[in-house]
């Protein structure tokens, strides 16, 4: 699997589709922003229909820009090209390519980043309300490594211009953008070392972009989980084994530690990684379905950003863990599969969410999904 479908950062594009009625984009109007939504906009209405608005903030009175909308849609998306009445939060975006018809890779560069945060958090309680039926309190954790926002993304790529200078893409689209240097990028590429363990990845392997994001995130897994010695501990979605060198240290020589990935390069240094573990090679629900079975104490998820889906949780919760671990990089797949577990009785007992990806809209979070109703 990709590492840009593994993880945020890989350039969308939009989808061609058959026009509704006549188009309406460059039309401009203003509007009150309304909340913010999942994916980088928030939500205004014009004349009863519902227009995605991005770089701007709710509560504020723009002037928007329609980007992409016909007459016949149900939505409208569109920019924020004049700000008429500002929030409190807006701020002077740092990148001089960040902005309306600019660079597509940040979402946020106009919102204080303390406030960026407060955005993610408030996605991710609505994702969970909406598709989980679940009310959460969630508070988006800051993650040391980049700053101000700037700086943390170990492993940049750019597109090539035709006299060979750097560019990005603008949002939803193929269009080039000439740049010097993303203000994200990290002057340092990744260490590929947690707790002084170093770990073997392939070149282009995948491996988290946010410098803090590796040991935060086991961290969080392994205060989730408390693996116990003796224990048998199933790591889905594994990569290069980064979770179950851990859990091994935890369940020691007599736990049992067992790895399913991919991607047939990551699941073969995984056993470099992760001395004494086991490690399958293979789309994950079929593995699942076809070996690893009976009962297994603890299990880490950490799928793709489309999430784990019913097929995998219904093959976990098959195995009876007293704990799953769900790392989830997109709130709305993990709302999902959180609803799923919940069906075979499974409860989401904490969450932690954490800003790996600042001034984008990503957020990553960690669920705790516990067996029984207390």
């Not at 340092?188 to 935060?216: I, K, L, M, N, S």
């Not at 935890?250 to 490690?279: C, F, H, I, Q, W």
């Not at 993990?334 to 007992?349: K, N, P, Q, S």
């Amino acid at each position: 699997m990709s590492p840009a479908a593994r993880r945020p950062g890989g350039a969308r594009r939009a989808r061609p589709r058959k026009a509704r009625g006549e188009s309406r984009v460059g039309e401009r109007f203003e509007v009150e922003v309304g909340p913010v939504g999942h994916g980088g906009f928030c939500v205004a209405r014009h004349e009863g229909r519902a227009v995605f608005v991005r770089h701007a903030l709710p509560g504020e009175r723009v002037v928007v820009a329609v980007t992409e909308g016909t007459d016949g849609d149900r939505f409208w998306r569109a920019d924020a090209v004049e700000v008429l009445s500002a929030s409190e939060h807006r701020v002077p975006a740092p990148c001089p390519y960040a902005g309306p018809d600019a660079c597509g890779g940040c979402d946020f560069q106009h919102v204080e980043v303390a406030h960026q945060r407060d955005l993610k958090a408030t996605v991710v309680a609505e994702q969970l309300r909406r598709l989980a039926g679940l009310d959460v309190a969630v508070e988006v954790e800051a993650v040391p490594g980049d700053v101000g926002g700037l700086g943390w993304r170990t492993r940049q790529r750019y597109a090539s211009l035709p006299d060979g200078g750097r560019a990005m893409r603008k949002h939803r689209s193929h269009e080039l953008v000439a740049v010097d240097q993303c203000l994200l990028e990290s002057p340092d590429p990744a260490t590929h070392v947690v707790h002084g363990v170093a770990f073997a990845v392939a070149d282009g392997g995948f491996w988290q972009v946010h410098p803090g994001a590796p040991e935060t995130l086991v961290d969080a897994v392994l205060e989730a989980l408390a693996p116990q010695p003796g224990e048998s501990a199933l790591d889905l979605y594994a990569g290069v084994g980064l979770f179950s060198r851990f859990l091994a240290d935890r369940v020691g020589g007599t736990g049992r530690v067992a790895m399913v990935e991919g991607d047939t390069t990551a699941s073969a240094l995984s056993l470099d990684n992760v001395p004494g573990a086991e490690a399958t090679a293979g789309d994950v629900a079929r593995v699942l379905a076809e070996s690893l079975a009976g009962h297994w104490d603890v299990v880490v998820l950490d799928p793709p950003r489309e999430g784990a889906k019913r097929a995998v949780v219904e093959q976990v919760v098959a195995r009876a863990p007293r704990a799953v671990a769900h790392v989830a990089c997109d709130p709305a797949a993990l709302a999902r599969d959180v609803a799923i577990f919940a069906e075979h009785g499974y409860r989401l007992a904490s969450l932690r969410a954490f800003d790996l990806f600042p001034m984008t809209h990503h957020v990553e979070c960690v669920a705790l999904l516990l067996p029984g109703d207390d």
